[in-house]
């Protein structure tokens, strides 16, 4: 089993220490820091190969949007996911759309915020069902939408992305990309990181729904 390699962020040091040692009890969670600000973070996610950051609401009275973008930006490779959250949908939607993978209610219990890192760290998302539905509705009505127009002739996809495209597509995990083109789990991430960059987009799905629009002659002659 893989080791997924988390940071606790949280300026209340009872909730830090105290899920810091049910974490630590899992086999498959390796806690790397426990964090009460963020300045220090940039470093450790780069330094120790973050895999997933649990950042806590209490942190702050306003989702810090900054702070998600910046962990979620390359080199970084980790996940985020925000507990003790409310069940306000402009915020849930902020959150998502700054790159979170889970987000959790204040109801939340300690095995919610183990499944949340576990699947998040097997590129899974979670929220609450009722949110779901409001980011479902969301997307129905057009009110996120990448223009075409923004995607210009330096965001073409190589061979390699190309092949991606269609596996991203039908929910696979890079993992199982990697298994199936029997190549390094590492490489295949690159491949999606360097694909977001290209698009501006936010998350993998984002970057299927650009790509959706592309002619074939936006094939680049790299791999």
């Given at each position: 089993m893989c080791e997924i390699r988390v940071v606790l962020l949280a300026e209340n040091r009872l909730l830090r220490e105290a899920l810091g040692r049910i974490l630590r009890k899992r086999s498959d969670i390796v806690i790397q820091a426990e964090c009460m600000g963020s300045s220090e973070l940039p470093t450790i996610l780069v330094r120790e190969q973050i895999d997933v950051v649990v950042m806590d609401s209490s942190r702050d009275s306003a989702l810090d949007v900054r702070l998600v973008q910046q962990i979620c930006q390359p080199p970084s490779q980790a996940q985020v996911v925000l507990i003790g959250m409310g069940d306000d949908e402009s915020v849930f939607l902020s959150a998502v759309e700054a790159g979170v993978a889970g987000y959790l209610?204040?109801?939340?219990?300690?095995?919610?915020?183990?499944?949340?890192?576990?699947?998040?760290?097997?590129?899974?998302?979670?929220?609450?069902?009722?949110?779901?539905?409001?980011?479902f509705r969301h997307f129905a009505q057009g009110q996120s939408h990448t223009p075409v127009s923004n995607v210009g002739p330096d965001q073409r996809l190589t061979r390699r992305q190309l092949q991606l495209m269609p596996m991203i597509a039908q929910g696979l995990t890079n993992k199982e990309i990697a298994s199936h083109l029997n190549l390094s789990e590492?490489?295949?991430?690159?491949?999606?990181?360097?694909?977001?960059?290209?698009?501006g987009a936010e998350d993998r799905l984002q970057a299927v729904e650009i790509a959706a629009f592309r002619k074939p002659r936006g094939l680049s002659g790299t791999s």
């Open positions: 209610l204040n109801d939340a219990s300690a095995m919610d915020v183990i499944a949340a890192i576990r699947a998040v760290a097997r590129e899974e998302a979670v929220c609450p069902p009722r949110l779901a539905r409001r980011l590492q490489t295949i991430k690159n491949h999606v990181h360097r694909m977001l960059r290209k698009f």
